[in-house]
Nanobody, 127 residues
Framework: VQLVESGGGLVQAGGSLRLSCAAS????????MGWFRQAPGKEREFVAA????????YYSDSVKGRFTVSRDNAKNTVYLQMNSLKPKNTAVYYC?????????????????????WGQGTQVTVSS
């Protein structure tokens, strides 16, 4: 699946952004989707994930309660709503498509569990 992120930008601390990830290619509806981020000099880290149906979502402890992942399978799009942003949230944000596991409700937290990656979108939070 081909993935294209959008919605990044510059925002002040405490502000909000909504990232979108549009998918094309192989069937989007039956794969889990994840969001990861990578700050300069740091490893790529898990942010959030959602199962193929949208029935289950997962978050890193650092974003739980502030970020919300959702998907619209009719539009082949997954979203990441980010509220109460902090300067330390500054990073390139990537969406990723996982493996079709049939209809098992599963979405991993490790980058190796994802086959396809977008090009990333920069999020910069100023203090």
């Amino acid at each position: 699946v081909q993935l294209v992120e959008s919605g990044g930008g510059l925002v002040q601390a405490g502000g909000s952004l909504r990232l979108s990830c549009a998918a094309s290619g192989r069937t989007f509806n039956y794969i889990p989707m994840g969001w990861f981020r990578q700050a300069p000099g740091k490893e790529r880290e898990f942010v959030a994930a959602i199962t193929w149906s949208g029935g289950s979502t997962y978050y890193s402890d650092s974003v739980k309660g502030r970020f919300t992942v959702s998907r619209d399978n009719a539009k082949n799009t997954v979203y990441l709503q980010m509220n109460s942003l902090k300067p330390k949230n500054t990073a390139v944000y990537y969406c990723a498509g996982g493996r079709d596991r049939g209809r098992i409700e599963y979405a991993g937290r490790a980058p190796v569990e994802y086959n396809d990656w977008g090009q990333g979108t920069q999020v910069t939070v100023s203090s």
